[in-house]
């Protein structure tokens, strides 16, 4: 396919292409991430047209595709969130299992890249479109990551903590807070696991990491938020902290003597299996049941903490007996019925899923839902998904105003250009896509391998000596943004557009090759399916032309009227077609998710 720009695929000579190209990506986040001013009301629930339809799924999906769309426009936004919700979870785990059971006639056992082969199935062709999103999106705000070490020896285990997450994406947040902080994942990657009350004799105390992390991007946040998320300040105008290290070294007593799963009898927690030494066929799913208390149910098993406990303005008095449960509980609930949590998560998820820089309005409607579904009811994530999705501000479209948007996260373009064109697995299983952390070659992000607890990229993130920094905005997804990986981006995107008969996953683009020798509509329908119909006049006419560049020779006959040139033909058609969709995914429009 050399009609694509040669550029692409020789990164030593597109710096300056890339440096234009860097600068383009940071005028779009400026344009997108505004924020929504004034928007007020509620979204009439009416069935949506085809361009609100492709919009609403870039949102709230993977990618919307022609049949989703379609599905779409015949129903309401809230039937279509009522099915979403009622579709059932098909567990990472059970194929981990399955792969697992192969593996061993071999010899062999699961890797990360069994996960990663389970996560593109299922968010490439799972009908389950908007649990599929938003337990990407909490994934992003509960991170546990392959890149720890440890973590990657737990290939399972990983699996079921993002199955977990997927489990309480339509629950309610309290019972994901406790799911979370008892996954042994998560007990490993921030320290909970086998976590030890303090012992004045040798000096140990409570390891604080849990503590700390559980209350500045579980729950709370660092600082005091009004309703709306905006920062709390005292007389000297200054940001008001929600915790201090108090707090965290009184908080970090409730989460010690916490440990692998061991089983039903209260008598085999043992000291042994505290610190995670099982025998032989022992412990076999302690990767993913949740952790549980060590607490002199056996011998030598005194591990939680009994003396007096203070956080967050609650107070657990010393106790004869330790009570790990019930100090749990204690702290999860305070953790839950803080004011801050709904602006807290709430912006998050609308960061995720909308625009980087809601307005505080916004968040306000979010976290209004948050406290109360309209029932009584506190935490229920199904009315916080409605309410991120629903709010004016995210269905209002000005393209003229930059009210609303975000940069497309690097996993998300691939996501969406390959349910766009309807890619399949010859193996069924999604090889080779694997880790694409590398940013000179891939995509800069591998689901589930952030590189730190603070994810991706941080949620107040700003770009330095930027036009974004100037205007006080935000964009998280420009922390991953740089000269190498734009110029990997487009080598790796050039990679996937091109038709390659070798690879497992193969796109279809019969529909768009039928369009080929019509350039206006083959543009037009890449449009409605990637950008939701928002394509610039001069991007379009851009893009036109070069597809139009590339000449699709006229039919020539053999003496009995056979065709002699099909082969040549074809081969441009197809050329049009990548023409199309490449230079579509390269532009600083097509970044920018409106």
């Known amino acids: 396919m050399n009609t694509v720009p040669v550029m692409v695929a020789r990164p030593s000579g597109v710096a300056r292409g890339m440096r234009w190209l860097c600068a383009g990506v940071a005028a779009a986040a400026l344009a997108a991430c505004g924020n929504g001013g004034s928007t007020t009301g509620t979204t009439p629930d009416v069935a949506p047209s085809t361009s609100e339809a492709s919009r609403f799924l870039a949102q709230a999906t993977f990618g919307p595709t022609d049949a989703s769309i379609a599905a779409l426009t015949q129903q309401t936004y809230g039937a279509w969130l009522a099915d979403q919700f009622a579709k059932p979870q098909v567990l990472h785990r059970s194929y981990m299992d399955e792969v697992a059971a192969t593996l061993a006639a071999i010899g062999a056992s699961t890797t990360a890249s069994n996960f990663y082969e389970s996560w593109w ?22 991170v546990v990551s392959f890149a720890d070490a440890t973590l990657g020896n737990y290939p399972r285990g990983v699996a079921s903590y993002y199955d977990m997450l997927g489990e309480h994406a339509f629950g309610n947040y309290r019972d994901l807070l406790e799911a979370v902080t008892l996954h042994p994942m998560m007990g490993s990657y921030l320290s909970m696991l086998r976590n030890q009350k303090e012992d004045a004799a040798s000096g140990r105390v409570p390891d604080e990491n849990y503590a700390r992390e559980v209350m500045q991007l579980f729950s709370i946040g660092l600082y005091e938020l009004n309703p709306d998320g905006t920062v709390k300040t005292d007389a000297n105008g200054k940001p008001i902290e929600t915790y201090t290290q108090d707090d965290i070294s009184g908080l970090a007593k409730v989460f010690t003597g916490w440990s692998w799963y061991a089983g039903p009898n209260l008598s085999d927690r043992s000291r042994s299996r505290f610190f995670g030494n099982f025998g032989a066929g022992e412990g076999l799913e302690r990767d993913w049941r949740p952790m549980q208390p060590y607490n002199n149910y056996a011998n030598n098993t005194d591990f939680h903490s009994a003396s007096v406990k203070t956080f967050l303005g609650q107070t657990i008095a010393a106790q004869s007996a330790p009570d790990p449960e019930g100090d749990l509980k204690v702290a999860l609930d305070t953790l839950f019925n803080h004011p801050n949590v709904g602006p807290f998560i709430g912006r998050q998820l609308i960061q995720r899923m909308v625009t980087s820089n809601p307005s505080p309005a916004y968040v306000g409607r979010v976290a209004a839902r948050f406290n109360d579904n309209g029932s009584g009811v506190r935490g229920d994530m199904k009315a916080v998904w409605s309410a991120v999705l629903l709010d004016p501000e995210a269905r209002a479209v000005n393209l003229a105003d ?69 205007a006080g905005l935000v964009s ?93 033909i074809d081969s441009a058609q197809r050329d049009r077609v990548c023409i199309a969709v490449f230079l579509t995914m390269a532009s600083p429009d097509y970044l920018t998710q409106k």
């Open 121 to 142: 199935t299922q968010a490439v062709t799972g009908p389950d479109q908007l649990r599929q999103r938003a337990t990407f999106a909490l994934s992003q705000v509960f």
């Open 402 to 470: 930059a009210g609303y948007g975000k940069l497309r996260e690097p996993v998300l373009r691939l996501a969406n250009f390959l349910r766009a064109f309807k890619a399949t697995s010859t193996s069924g299983r999604f090889l080779s896509i694997d880790n694409t952390d590398d940013p000179a070659a891939r995509l800069a992000q591998t689901p589930m391998r952030s590189p730190s607890v603070f994810n991706y990229f941080r949620p107040g993130y700003t770009p330095p000596n930027s036009s974004i920094a100037t």
């Open 476 to 568: 998280p997804e420009m922390q991953l943004a740089s000269e190498v990986s734009v110029a990997g981006y487009l080598n790796y995107l050039r990679g996937w557009v091109g038709v390659n008969a070798t690879r497992d996953v193969q796109q279809d683009y019969s529909a768009e090759t039928a369009l080929a020798d019509n350039p206006d509509a083959l543009v037009e329908r890449v449009n409605g399916l990637l950008m939701a119909g928002q394509m610039s006049d001069a991007l379009r006419a851009q893009i036109v032309a070069s597809v139009a560049g590339r000449v699709v020779p006229a039919v020539t006959q053999d003496a009995g009227g056979n065709v002699t040139n099909q082969a040549a």
